[in-house]
């Protein structure tokens, strides 16, 4: 499946952080490694004043954080999951 990233540019106003916390080594952890590393620099170019955060910690379950202005949080596993897979998490918590 090929991932395109036209809609990533249009995230909501109301997103204030994405953060995304990952395994370096892990095998739970490979999409989301795949993901930062073939997707991140488009994401960040597209959003530019959005702070993005990839942190990388030994023995950790893969998770997607978005925090909102109101304070709200939200956080989505993203274990065992593929790129793509990843691509639509971001889309739904960016809306």
Known sequence: ?????SRLASFTPKLKELRIILDPKGATSKGAREYVE??????????PDLPILVREC???QPRLYA????GKEVSL??????A???HKNLEAVGK
């Open 77 to 82: 596993s993203l274990a065992n999951q593929a």
């Open 38 to 47: 073939r997707f991140y620099p488009n994401l960040k170019k597209s959003n």
């Open 1 to 5: 499946m090929r991932i395109t990233l």
């Open 67 to 70: 925090r909102y202005g109101n």
């Open 84 to 86: 793509p897979d990843i």
């Open 58 to 60: 030994s023995g950790v």
